[in-house]
C-alpha cells in the first residue's frame, strides 16, 4: 500500500512539472492589468483610509506597501508557474521589482524612526516648546465674579441637549455633538455647538438643504442660544462621502497632514471648521509641531490655508490641549538629558492629569499645572499657553495640584456629596485661585467653589458665584494675605420689621426662606445654608435684613438678625 501511494505522488508530481501553467498574454499585458488593478484598489483604500501624500506620514509608507503588495500579487498570478527547480522567491525577485520596493519602504521606516528617536535627539524635543517666566498678578487680568465661566464641557452639552429637546423640528433628525470648543466669542466664553445627523437615512432625507443651525451655550449665564442659518452646513464629520470634513480636507490637500479639526464661528456668526497642520520637526517621524491652519467655510466649503503667524484673531483654536502638553512634558523631563530623565532626574516636571481654559485678552488660554515626576500631590507652578499662537508662559507658585483642591472642595459640602469639576485658575485679589462648581449625581451644578492655590485650606462654597466670591474675600482678609476691604455705607439698604409670611422652597438641595415684613410688598430671600437662624423665624417674630437695593418682587438678603 505503501508503494503505491509513493507511486501515486511521484506520477502526479511528474505530470504537473511536466504541464506548467503559462503566463497571461505578454509581458505588457501582465504589466497593464496589475497596475490597472492597483491602482482601482488604491484610489479605493485611499478614499476610506485617507493617509496624506507626505514622506513624512506613517501611514503613507503602508498605504504604499499595500499598493507594491497587490501589484505583486497580480504579477504573480498573471505571470504563470515558476519553472521547474527554481524557487519562488529566487523567481519572483528577478522580475517582480516591487519587492525590493517593500524592503526600501520598511527600511526607510526603520531608519527614520531610528534617527527621531528621544533618546538620541532629547535636547531637540525639549525645545519644542518655548516657555517664558511670568507674573501672574500682573498678566492674568483679575477677573470680575460675573463673568467667571461657571460651566465644564460635559454641563455644556447636558443643557445644549435639553435645549435641542425643545426644538420638535430639530430633535427628531438630528443629535448634539459631544466635540465643542470653548472660545471667545464677542468677548465673552461660549461653547460652541454643532448637530450632527442621527442617521444615514436622516442624513440622506436632509442633505440638500444641510444642518440648519448651531447652538452657543454661554460659559457665564448659561444660556443656550440656537443659530438658524440662512443656508444650512453641507460640510461636517457626520456627512457621508465627498461632503465629509475629514475626507474633504483630504481631497483638497492630499499631501497636508491634521492634527485636529475644531468647529468655530467668526465674530460675524458664520461657522467654520479650522484644520490644524501638522509637520515634524524631528527626523522623519518626531517632534510633531503645527505649522498653520486650513479654514473651511461650513457652509459653502470655501477653503483657505494659513501659516500660524497670519492666523486671524477670531480664530481661538490652532494648537489642540493635546499637543500642548505633550511639548510640555518633553520640555520638563528632557531638557537636562535623556540619561538624566531615566537615573537623576534632576529638574524633571510633567503636567498634571487634567487642563482647562482661560479667556484672556480676546484669546483661549489653555492652563495645567506643573509637579514634579515623582508623583506627589502639590504643584511646583502653572503653565498657561495661548492656543492661538503657542505662546507660553510658566509660574512658579507652590501650592496644591487640582485634585487635592478638589477633594478640599467636596469637603467643604461633604454632607450633599457632590463632585468637584476640574479646577478652572482665576486671578482673585492678586491671589492664582482655582473655581469649580460643584455638582450633584444627575450632573446639575448645586454651588461653587473657590480654593486658594498655595493655601488649599482656604475654601469658601456658596449656591452663587456672588457669595462664594464675598466668602472667599472675607477669608483672604481674615488670614492676613489681603487687606479687609472697607464696607461701603452707601451700597447696602437695612430695614427693620415684623415677619407677616413665611415661605420655603428647596433650590438645588438647600433650603431657601422667603420672608415678607410688615408694610413691605416684596420678599426677601434668606438661604438656610448662609443664615442657619432662618429656619427658627415664625410670623411675628421682629428681624432686620440688610439688602442691597432692587425693584425685584424677591430681594436676595445681604445680612439678616433676629431679634431675640
Same mark, same amino acid.
Given at each position: 500500500?505503501?508503494?503505491?501511494?509513493?507511486?501515486?505522488?511521484?506520477?502526479?508530481?511528474?505530470?504537473?512539472?511536466?504541464?506548467?501553467?503559462?503566463? +497571461?498574454?505578454?509581458?505588457?499585458?501582465?504589466?497593464?492589468?496589475?497596475?490597472?488593478?492597483?491602482?482601482?484598489?488604491?484610489?479605493?483604500?485611499? /478614499?476610506?483610509?485617507?493617509?496624506?501624500?507626505?514622506?513624512?506620514?506613517?501611514?503613507?509608507?503602508?498605504?504604499?506597501?499595500?499598493?507594491?503588495?497587490?501589484?505583486?500579487?497580480?504579477?504573480?498570478?498573471?505571470?504563470?508557474?515558476?519553472?521547474?527547480?527554481?524557487? #519562488?522567491?529566487?523567481?519572483?525577485?528577478?522580475?517582480?521589482?516591487?519587492?525590493?520596493?517593500?524592503?526600501?519602504?520598511?527600511?526607510?521606516?526603520?531608519?527614520?524612526?531610528?534617527?527621531?528617536?528621544?533618546?538620541?535627539?532629547?535636547?531637540?524635543?525639549?525645545?519644542?516648546?518655548?516657555?517664558?517666566?511670568?507674573?501672574?498678578?500682573?498678566?492674568?487680568?483679575?477677573?470680575?465674579?460675573?463673568?467667571?465661566?461657571?460651566?465644564?464641557?460635559?454641563?455644556?452639552?447636558?443643557?445644549?441637549?435639553?435645549?435641542?429637546?425643545?426644538?420638535?423640528?430639530?430633535?427628531?433628525?438630528?443629535? *448634539?455633538?459631544?466635540?465643542?470648543?470653548?472660545?471667545?466669542?464677542?468677548?465673552?466664553?461660549?461653547?460652541?455647538?454643532?448637530?450632527?445627523?442621527?442617521?444615514?437615512?436622516?442624513?440622506?432625507?436632509?442633505?440638500?438643504?444641510?444642518?440648519?443651525?448651531?447652538?452657543?451655550?454661554?460659559?457665564?449665564?448659561?444660556?443656550?442660544?440656537?443659530?438658524?442659518?440662512?443656508?444650512?452646513?453641507?460640510?461636517?464629520?457626520?456627512?457621508?462621502?465627498?461632503?465629509?470634513?475629514?475626507? /474633504?480636507?483630504?481631497?483638497?490637500?492630499?499631501?497636508?497632514?491634521?492634527?485636529?479639526?475644531?468647529?468655530?464661528?467668526?465674530?460675524?456668526?458664520?461657522?467654520?471648521?479650522?484644520?490644524?497642520?501638522?509637520?515634524?520637526?524631528?527626523?522623519?517621524?518626531?517632534?510633531?509641531?503645527?505649522?498653520?491652519?486650513?479654514?473651511?467655510?461650513?457652509?459653502?466649503?470655501?477653503?483657505?490655508?494659513?501659516?500660524?503667524?497670519?492666523?486671524?484673531?477670531?480664530?481661538?483654536?490652532?494648537?489642540?490641549?493635546?499637543?500642548?502638553?505633550?511639548?510640555?512634558?518633553?520640555?520638563?523631563?528632557?531638557?537636562?538629558?535623556?540619561?538624566?530623565?531615566?537615573?537623576?532626574? +534632576?529638574?524633571?516636571?510633567?503636567?498634571?492629569?487634567? /487642563?482647562?481654559?482661560?479667556?484672556?485678552?480676546?484669546?483661549?488660554?489653555?492652563?495645567?499645572?506643573?509637579?514634579?515626576?515623582?508623583?506627589?500631590?502639590?504643584?511646583?507652578?502653572?503653565?498657561?499657553?495661548?492656543?492661538?499662537?503657542?505662546?507660553?508662559?510658566?509660574?512658579?507658585?507652590?501650592?496644591?495640584?487640582?485634585?487635592?483642591?478638589?477633594?478640599?472642595?467636596?469637603?467643604?459640602?461633604?454632607?450633599?456629596?457632590?463632585?468637584?469639576?476640574?479646577?478652572?485658575?482665576?486671578?482673585?485679589?492678586?491671589?492664582?485661585?482655582?473655581?469649580?462648581?460643584?455638582?450633584?449625581?444627575?450632573?446639575?451644578?448645586?454651588?461653587?467653589?473657590?480654593?486658594?492655590?498655595?493655601? /488649599?485650606?482656604?475654601?469658601?462654597?456658596?449656591?452663587?458665584?456672588?457669595?462664594?466670591?464675598?466668602?472667599?474675600?472675607?477669608?483672604?482678609?481674615?488670614?492676613?494675605?489681603?487687606?479687609?476691604?472697607?464696607?461701603?455705607?452707601?451700597?447696602?439698604?437695612?430695614?427693620?420689621?415684623?415677619?407677616?409670611?413665611?415661605?420655603?422652597?428647596?433650590?438645588?438641595?438647600?433650603?431657601?426662606?422667603?420672608?415678607?415684613?410688615?408694610?413691605?410688598?416684596?420678599? #426677601?430671600?434668606?438661604?438656610?445654608?448662609?443664615?442657619?437662624?432662618?429656619?427658627?423665624?415664625?410670623?411675628?417674630?421682629?428681624?432686620?435684613?440688610?439688602?442691597?437695593?432692587?425693584?425685584?418682587?424677591?430681594?436676595?438678603? *445681604?445680612?439678616?438678625?433676629?431679634?431675640?
Amino acid at each position: 500500500m505503501a508503494e503505491f501511494f509513493t507511486q501515486f505522488h511521484t506520477a502526479r508530481n511528474d505530470r504537473t512539472a511536466q504541464v506548467p501553467r503559462a503566463p +497571461k498574454g505578454t509581458p505588457l499585458t501582465r504589466v497593464l492589468i496589475s497596475l490597472g488593478i492597483t491602482l482601482l484598489f488604491g484610489a479605493v483604500y485611499f /478614499y476610506f483610509t485617507l493617509p496624506a501624500l507626505n514622506f513624512q506620514d506613517r501611514e503613507f509608507y503602508n498605504f504604499l506597501t499595500v499598493l507594491c503588495v497587490v501589484w505583486t500579487v497580480c504579477m504573480v498570478i498573471l505571470g504563470g508557474t515558476r519553472p521547474a527547480g527554481e524557487s #519562488f522567491l529566487k523567481y519572483n525577485l528577478k522580475r517582480l521589482p516591487s519587492i525590493w520596493l517593500i524592503a526600501a519602504l520598511c527600511l526607510t521606516v526603520l531608519v527614520g524612526t531610528v534617527v527621531g528617536w528621544v533618546g538620541f535627539r532629547s535636547r531637540d524635543y525639549a525645545k519644542l516648546l518655548e516657555t517664558k517666566e511670568g507674573d501672574f498678578a500682573a498678566e492674568v487680568t483679575e477677573i470680575s465674579w460675573d463673568h467667571i465661566p461657571m460651566l465644564d464641557s460635559t454641563s455644556a452639552n447636558n443643557l445644549a441637549n435639553r435645549k435641542l429637546g425643545e426644538l420638535s423640528d430639530l430633535v427628531s433628525q438630528f443629535g *448634539v455633538d459631544e466635540n465643542s470648543a470653548q472660545i471667545n466669542y464677542r468677548g465673552t466664553p461660549v461653547r460652541v455647538i454643532y448637530l450632527d445627523y442621527d442617521s444615514f437615512f436622516k442624513w440622506f432625507n436632509n442633505r440638500d438643504q444641510g444642518i440648519p443651525a448651531y447652538m452657543i451655550v454661554d460659559m457665564v449665564t448659561q444660556e443656550v442660544e440656537v443659530v438658524r442659518l440662512e443656508e444650512g452646513i453641507k460640510y461636517s464629520p457626520s456627512e457621508y462621502f465627498n461632503r465629509n470634513i475629514t475626507r /474633504y480636507l483630504r481631497l483638497n490637500y492630499p499631501t497636508k497632514m491634521f492634527n485636529d479639526v475644531n468647529f468655530e464661528i467668526d465674530e460675524d456668526g458664520t461657522p467654520w471648521w479650522i484644520a490644524s497642520v501638522v509637520e515634524k520637526k524631528i527626523g522623519l517621524f518626531g517632534g510633531r509641531d503645527i505649522v498653520g491652519a486650513v479654514l473651511v467655510n461650513a457652509v459653502t466649503g470655501e477653503t483657505e490655508y494659513l501659516p500660524v503667524s497670519e492666523v486671524p484673531t477670531w480664530v481661538d483654536r490652532v494648537f489642540s490641549a493635546e499637543l500642548i502638553i505633550e511639548q510640555y512634558d518633553y520640555y520638563g523631563v528632557y531638557h537636562n538629558g535623556f540619561f538624566n530623565s531615566i537615573f537623576g532626574q +534632576k529638574g524633571c516636571t510633567e503636567t498634571t492629569d487634567g /487642563y482647562n481654559y482661560i479667556a484672556q485678552n480676546d484669546d483661549v488660554w489653555l492652563y495645567t499645572g506643573i509637579t514634579s515626576v515623582s508623583g506627589d500631590r502639590g504643584n511646583i507652578g502653572f503653565v498657561l499657553v495661548n492656543q492661538r499662537t503657542k505662546e507660553a508662559r510658566y509660574y512658579s507658585c507652590a501650592g496644591a495640584e487640582e485634585y487635592s483642591a478638589m477633594d478640599s472642595a467636596e469637603g467643604a459640602v461633604q454632607q450633599y456629596a457632590y463632585q468637584a469639576t476640574f479646577p478652572l485658575l482665576l486671578n482673585l485679589g492678586d491671589q492664582p485661585t482655582y473655581f469649580m462648581a460643584l455638582k450633584d449625581a444627575a450632573g446639575l451644578v448645586k454651588m461653587y467653589a473657590l480654593v486658594n492655590v498655595q493655601q /488649599y485650606q482656604i475654601v469658601s462654597v456658596g449656591n452663587t458665584v456672588e457669595q462664594a466670591v464675598e466668602a472667599y474675600e472675607l477669608q483672604l482678609a481674615n488670614n492676613g494675605i489681603v487687606a479687609e476691604p472697607e464696607p461701603d455705607k452707601n451700597t447696602n439698604l437695612s430695614i427693620s420689621g415684623r415677619v407677616t409670611d413665611v415661605r420655603s422652597a428647596v433650590i438645588g438641595g438647600n433650603t431657601c426662606f422667603y420672608v415678607a415684613l410688615e408694610g413691605e410688598s416684596a420678599y #426677601f430671600a434668606l438661604w438656610a445654608s448662609e443664615f442657619p437662624e432662618a429656619v427658627l423665624l415664625n410670623v411675628g417674630d421682629t428681624v432686620t435684613v440688610e439688602y442691597e437695593a432692587a425693584e425685584d418682587s424677591i430681594i436676595p438678603a *445681604v445680612d439678616f438678625v433676629r431679634e431675640k
